[in-house]
């Protein structure tokens, strides 16, 4: 995959898209018992490491789960449980974690950490696609109030190349991060509010991707809801 990550990046919005099915949340709800251990009842994780399901876009849930069923997401946790679900169960399930309400992980870093964070979500233009107030859209995760060790274990495997990204973006975007500045960013995301921030667009920030691409991937992924403010 990382191979092709000079071509990929531009085909995010276009060449991929969960089959279109139509949900049934309540079947969705009963869907979700054997989840519950682990993602609590209405997708608000409790377990440090765990991941909060709850407001997730549908698409990317959906997503998750085909990347799990299909071993491109390697966890052997997910695994088995991925493996016996159909394509109707994913986006049942997606359907219901996407309409519960989202809780902020307990903040287990230091105010300062967090405030350091947040700028940098805007220089590296992580708020382009996962929008501002991060709270997601299409296959980009809601990131604000997320855990924060599973954020930083995240974070620390796209820069290490090991994490399977759908289509290396997320390596992409992480490799101009130092280690100390994914410690921070971790802190930022998991420390954000539901409260939005300003519509912003950071293009002309650093980054290793060209400035065509970056323009490119933004407004795919943006689809029309960003303004641009530099270019
Ligand atoms: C035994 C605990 C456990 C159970 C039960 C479980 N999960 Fe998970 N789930 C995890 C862990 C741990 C991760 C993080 C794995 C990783 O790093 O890839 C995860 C990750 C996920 C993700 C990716 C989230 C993200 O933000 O990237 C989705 C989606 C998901 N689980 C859905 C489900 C669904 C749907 C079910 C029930 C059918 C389920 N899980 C059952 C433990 C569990
Ligand atoms: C060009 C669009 C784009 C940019 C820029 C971007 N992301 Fe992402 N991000 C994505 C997509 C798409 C995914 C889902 C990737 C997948 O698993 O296939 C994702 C996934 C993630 C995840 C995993 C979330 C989860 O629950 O599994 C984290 C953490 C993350 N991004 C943080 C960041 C940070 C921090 C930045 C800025 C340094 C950033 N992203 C920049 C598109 C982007």
Known sequence: ??????????????????PALAADLEAGRRKAE???????????????????????????THWQLIKYRDGRRKDPVMAPFAAILSDA???????????????????????????????????HHCTSCHRPGLVGQEQAARLAGQDFD???????????????????????ATQPLTDDEIDAEGAGLAGAG???????????ARGSLSRTRRRASCRAMMRRRCRVVKV
């Open 150 to 172: 599973y954020l930083l274990r995240l974070l620390r495997a796209f820069k290490a190349r090991t994490a399977s990204d759908l289509d290396g973006t997320m390596t992409v």
């Open 89 to 123: 169960d994913m986006a049942d399930l997606s359907a219901y974690y996407a309409a519960q309400r989202p809780k902020r992980r307990p903040a287990v870093t230091d105010p300062a950490r967090v405030a350091a964070g947040r700028p940098l979500a805007d220089l």
């Open 34 to 60: 054997p989840c519950a251990a682990c993602h609590g009842r209405d997708g608000n994780a409790t377990i440090p490491g765990t991941p909060s399901l709850a407001g997730q876009p549908v698409y990317f």
């Open 194 to 204: 539901r409260r939005p921030q300003r519509v912003y667009c950071a293009l002309a």
């Open 1 to 18: 995959m990382v191979g092709g990550l000079s071509i990929a990046v531009a085909l995010v919005a276009t060449a991929i898209g969960p």
